[in-house]
């Protein structure tokens, strides 16, 4: 099949953009994401503006089918509510949106991942109560790790982000492993895909660890276990991501640019 | 994004005797009876009425098609009683489930939520509790206090009527009250709005403040225009309740001989046919 001058890859594009790529690839028209502000929200717009004009895209602050022509400065921006479906009130969202598991995707990033998708943006360090960094805190994370029917993560990844245990388990991502979702009691799948700078990690279905999946364009995966904080598991069937076409860069570009 | 649209008829096509069916507005006010007159004119039966009861529930229990009813209240507002539930609900065949209003939005959230049960205090201490034996108290893990659980009344479908709508299911209500038409959504599988009129999307958003868009599209299946759609409850701003009328059919439902004539005149055929007799029925008043 003849590439269309729209699937061409693209020739110069930088590790970011391809991470937002393969962020927003992931994502299925006409589902409902709930979005984080940040690397999640570059990748869903852009997916709302490429394969998924129909992505209904939830932010915390209550604006559900959310159509911003920028990225959102924060989930209070007045062009969420503006171009939202409806605007509701914040419990709303979490007692009626978020709990019920009506919401398909949690699209969330993190300070800290580890080797089983727990999430920690709480703080850095050994010591709770005297830490190296003080991180912004928990958000709504935890209950979108919870109760989304699936969570995907998108973060770059090196040693320090990439750890083998959290210093804090903010979000509960596969516990220590298989049965501790099941064991809480919390109803969604869990974070089912992490997106990085790097590469693809999905979890074992049978440990529960994060593997690595797909490595991006011109990635070795030695690079990538040099920024991965435990021994990583590489799939037997390591793919590796198609590069990003024009059209995905022409809008991601245009997007950030509306955003500056 | 996917267009909705579709006909009073076919909404009640996708119900199924039996089926536990949530109606919203409140009293006479703001009733899906659209979607109601589809429902007498169709075979359907046995169902479950949830309802902040008013004349969807008389007009229902009249054509035979509650089983059983779950309600805080029935009444038409200006008419405290609305003589078909009263037959009804005295001649005994109805199987009720009588809550009060606070009950029946605890048990919509519960279901919205998705939880088994959420904790209220309206009900402890009244005979609610000694009618309805499966409704259990829970004391409260902190200091003790025992409030009664309620369970979540889970709907098969949901029926509301609002002022606007667009074809992908966002829906806006113009009047002062939203009532409890988002909660029945929420607690339902299958969702319905009638509405005054489709608009655009863009439409909707002008035509008040975001808070107004009561229903959004992940919420609703289908919708239905049909303008006149709450007659003869209110439907402010673009009208009021239809007193006359109302009192028309107070006056008919409790003369069992007058009956007949009432159905014939105006619930024998189709919306189409229903909104011309109305306005017939005006003219020659």
């Not at chain 1, 490429?50 to 089918?65: K, R």
């Not at chain 2, 007159?37 to 479950?48: F, G, K, N, Q």
């Not at chain 2, 209003?101 to 509790?129: K, N």
């Not at chain 2, 893990?141 to 309620?150: I, K, N, Q």
Request: charged content about 25%.
């Amino acid at each position: 099949m003849s590439q269309t001058a729209s699937a061409r890859p693209a020739a110069g594009y930088t590790t970011d953009e391809m991470m937002s790529v393969a962020a927003a690839r992931a994502l299925r028209d006409g589902t409902s994401c709930f979005v984080g502000i940040g690397l999640p929200s570059t990748a869903a717009n852009l997916a709302r503006r490429t394969h998924a004009p129909n992505l209904v895209l939830i932010y915390e602050s209550g604006c559900l089918g959310a159509k911003p022509d920028r990225l959102p400065l924060s989930i209070g921006d007045g062009v969420l509510a503006d171009t939202a479906d409806a605007v509701i009130g914040v419990p709303e969202v979490f007692n009626y949106w978020l709990q019920p598991g009506r919401i398909d995707v949690g699209f969330l990033s993190a300070a800290q991942l580890d080797r089983f998708g727990n999430i920690n943006t709480t703080v850095i360090g050994d010591d709770y109560a005297d830490p190296t960094v003080r991180l912004p805190g928990a958000g709504g994370a935890p209950e979108i790790a919870a109760s989304c029917r699936e969570v995907f993560v998108v973060v770059r990844q090196s040693r320090r982000s990439f750890v083998e245990r959290v210093d804090f388990v903010t979000s509960v991502g596969h516990g220590r492993g298989p049965g501790d979702r099941e064991r809480l009691g919390l109803p969604g799948a869990g974070p089912v895909l992490v997106i990085t700078d790097l590469g693809v990690l999905r979890p074992d279905p049978h440990t529960r660890e994060l593997v690595l999946t797909d490595v991006h364009p011109g990635v070795e995966v030695d690079a990538v276990r040099a920024a991965t904080g435990w021994d990583l598991t590489v799939a037997d069937d390591l793919g590796r991501t198609p590069e990003p076409t024009e059209r995905e860069l022409t809008a991601l570009r245009a997007l950030t640019a509306a955003s500056a | 994004m996917r267009d909705k649209r579709m006909t009073a008829d076919e909404v009640v096509a996708e119900l199924a005797d039996g089926m536990t069916v949530g109606i919203g507005g409140w009293g006479s006010r703001r009733k899906p009876m659209a979607l109601v007159r589809a429902i007498l004119r169709s075979p359907l039966r046995d169902l479950t009425v949830v309802s902040y009861g008013g004349p969807d529930v008389g007009l229902l229990c009249a054509a035979g098609k509650v089983r059983e009813l779950v309600y805080g209240f029935v009444s038409l507002d200006s008419i405290p009683y609305d003589p078909w539930f009263r037959r009804a609900r005295e001649s005994g065949e109805l199987r009720v489930r009588e809550l009060d209003e606070g009950m029946l939005q605890c048990g919509l959230r519960a279901a919205g939520h998705r939880l088994p049960f959420l904790p209220i205090r309206a009900g402890l201490g009244s005979d609610v509790l000694r009618v309805n034996p499966d409704l259990r108290t829970v004391r409260s893990p902190y200091d003790g206090e025992e409030v009664l659980a309620m369970p979540p009344l889970r709907l098969d479908a949901a029926l509301v009527h609002l002022n606007r709508a667009d074809r992908h299911g966002n829906a806006q209500y113009l009047g002062p009250d939203p009532y409890f038409d988002d909660l029945f959504c929420l607690a339902a599988d299958r969702r319905y709005v009638s509405c005054e009129r489709i608009v655009d999307t863009a439409e909707l958003t002008a035509g008040g403040p975001a808070q107004s868009l009561l229903l959004n599209r992940m919420m609703v299946e289908g919708v239905v225009e049909t303008p006149g759609g709450a007659h003869f409850t209110s439907c402010v701003p673009d009208y009021g309740r239809d007193e006359a009328f109302q009192r028309r059919y107070a006056d008919a439902a409790a003369d069992p001989d007058q009956w007949p004539s009432f159905v014939d005149q105006f619930l024998s055929g189709t919306e189409t046919d229903y909104q011309a007799a109305v306005n017939a029925a005006r003219v020659g008043a």
